[in-house]
Nanobody
Framework: QVQLVESGGGLVQAGGSLRLSCAASGRSFSRSAMGWFRQAPGKERELVAGIHWNSGRTHYADSVKGRFTISRDNAKNTVYLQMNSLKSEDTAVYYC????????????????WGQGTQVTVSS
Protein backbone atom coordinates (compact mmCIF):
# COMPACT_ATOMS: atom_id res chain seq x y z
CA GLN A 1 0.00 0.00 0.00
CA VAL A 2 1.30 3.42 -0.98
CA GLN A 3 1.10 6.29 1.46
CA LEU A 4 1.63 9.91 0.42
CA VAL A 5 2.48 12.52 3.02
CA GLU A 6 2.41 16.19 2.09
CA SER A 7 3.95 19.18 3.80
CA GLY A 8 4.71 22.81 3.11
CA GLY A 9 1.32 24.40 2.53
CA GLY A 10 0.29 27.61 4.18
CA LEU A 11 -0.23 31.32 3.72
CA VAL A 12 1.93 33.53 1.54
CA GLN A 13 1.74 37.02 0.06
CA ALA A 14 1.40 37.58 -3.67
CA GLY A 15 4.80 37.49 -5.32
CA GLY A 16 6.18 35.18 -2.68
CA SER A 17 7.36 31.59 -2.81
CA LEU A 18 6.40 28.31 -1.26
CA ARG A 19 7.68 24.76 -1.57
CA LEU A 20 5.47 21.72 -1.21
CA SER A 21 6.82 18.25 -0.46
CA CYS A 22 5.26 14.84 -0.96
CA ALA A 23 6.96 11.79 0.50
CA ALA A 24 5.94 8.32 -0.64
CA SER A 25 6.27 5.20 1.46
CA GLY A 26 5.15 1.59 1.51
CA ARG A 27 5.82 0.77 -2.14
CA SER A 28 8.35 1.56 -4.85
CA PHE A 29 7.35 4.12 -7.45
CA SER A 30 9.50 2.62 -10.18
CA ARG A 31 7.83 3.03 -13.58
CA SER A 32 5.19 5.31 -12.17
CA ALA A 33 4.60 9.04 -12.00
CA MET A 34 3.66 11.62 -9.42
CA GLY A 35 1.79 14.83 -9.88
CA TRP A 36 0.55 17.90 -8.12
CA PHE A 37 -3.09 18.82 -8.56
CA ARG A 38 -5.09 21.71 -7.22
CA GLN A 39 -8.75 22.38 -6.70
CA ALA A 40 -10.25 25.78 -6.05
CA PRO A 41 -13.81 26.25 -4.77
CA GLY A 42 -16.35 25.52 -7.50
CA LYS A 43 -13.71 24.25 -9.92
CA GLU A 44 -12.57 20.82 -11.05
CA ARG A 45 -9.34 19.29 -9.84
CA GLU A 46 -6.57 20.06 -12.33
CA LEU A 47 -3.02 18.89 -12.88
CA VAL A 48 -0.50 21.67 -12.34
CA ALA A 49 2.72 19.65 -12.64
CA GLY A 50 3.71 16.02 -13.06
CA ILE A 51 6.90 14.02 -13.33
CA HIS A 52 7.64 10.52 -14.58
CA TRP A 53 9.66 8.69 -11.96
CA ASN A 54 12.15 6.94 -14.25
CA SER A 55 12.68 9.35 -17.12
CA GLY A 56 12.15 12.66 -15.35
CA ARG A 57 9.77 13.79 -18.09
CA THR A 58 7.62 16.62 -16.82
CA HIS A 59 4.39 18.35 -17.67
CA TYR A 60 3.16 21.76 -16.56
CA ALA A 61 -0.13 23.51 -16.89
CA ASP A 62 0.16 26.63 -19.03
CA SER A 63 -0.91 28.78 -16.11
CA VAL A 64 2.16 27.86 -14.04
CA LYS A 65 4.91 27.50 -16.64
CA GLY A 66 7.92 29.59 -15.73
CA ARG A 67 6.77 29.95 -12.12
CA PHE A 68 6.46 26.40 -10.76
CA THR A 69 9.05 23.65 -10.86
CA ILE A 70 8.50 19.99 -10.04
CA SER A 71 11.47 17.90 -8.99
CA ARG A 72 12.24 14.55 -7.44
CA ASP A 73 14.65 13.04 -4.96
CA ASN A 74 14.82 9.37 -5.81
CA ALA A 75 16.73 8.40 -2.68
CA LYS A 76 14.04 9.93 -0.48
CA ASN A 77 11.09 8.92 -2.66
CA THR A 78 9.98 12.52 -2.50
CA VAL A 79 8.69 15.02 -5.02
CA TYR A 80 8.68 18.77 -4.58
CA LEU A 81 6.76 21.63 -6.05
CA GLN A 82 8.64 24.91 -5.93
CA MET A 83 6.16 27.74 -6.43
CA ASN A 84 7.51 31.19 -7.20
CA SER A 85 5.83 34.48 -8.11
CA LEU A 86 2.62 33.29 -6.53
CA LYS A 87 -0.65 34.90 -7.56
CA SER A 88 -4.02 35.07 -5.88
CA GLU A 89 -5.41 32.70 -8.53
CA ASP A 90 -3.00 30.02 -7.27
CA THR A 91 -5.09 29.78 -4.11
CA ALA A 92 -6.43 26.24 -3.87
CA VAL A 93 -6.16 22.96 -2.06
CA TYR A 94 -3.13 21.18 -3.47
CA TYR A 95 -3.03 17.39 -3.70
CA CYS A 96 -0.20 14.99 -4.35
CA UNK A 97 -1.16 12.03 -6.52
CA UNK A 98 0.55 8.86 -7.74
CA UNK A 99 -0.11 7.11 -11.05
CA UNK A 100 1.09 3.52 -11.20
CA UNK A 101 1.20 3.31 -15.00
CA UNK A 102 2.50 6.59 -16.38
CA UNK A 103 2.24 10.36 -16.30
CA UNK A 104 -1.49 10.78 -16.53
CA UNK A 105 -2.99 14.21 -17.08
CA UNK A 106 -6.42 13.49 -15.63
CA UNK A 107 -7.09 12.93 -11.92
CA UNK A 108 -9.13 9.85 -12.80
CA UNK A 109 -5.90 8.13 -13.87
CA UNK A 110 -4.29 8.45 -10.45
CA UNK A 111 -4.38 5.62 -7.94
CA UNK A 112 -3.25 7.22 -4.68
CA TRP A 113 -3.70 10.63 -3.12
CA GLY A 114 -2.32 12.65 -0.30
CA GLN A 115 -4.55 14.40 2.18
CA GLY A 116 -4.42 17.79 0.48
CA THR A 117 -2.92 20.99 1.79
CA GLN A 118 -4.29 24.51 1.61
CA VAL A 119 -2.28 27.15 -0.22
CA THR A 120 -3.61 30.67 0.22
CA VAL A 121 -2.06 33.62 -1.58
CA SER A 122 -3.05 37.00 -0.21
CA SER A 123 -3.14 40.12 -2.36
Amino acid sequence: QVQLVESGGGLVQAGGSLRLSCAASGRSFSRSAMGWFRQAPGKERELVAGIHWNSGRTHYADSVKGRFTISRDNAKNTVYLQMNSLKSEDTAVYYCGADRHGLGLSPKEYDYWGQGTQVTVSS
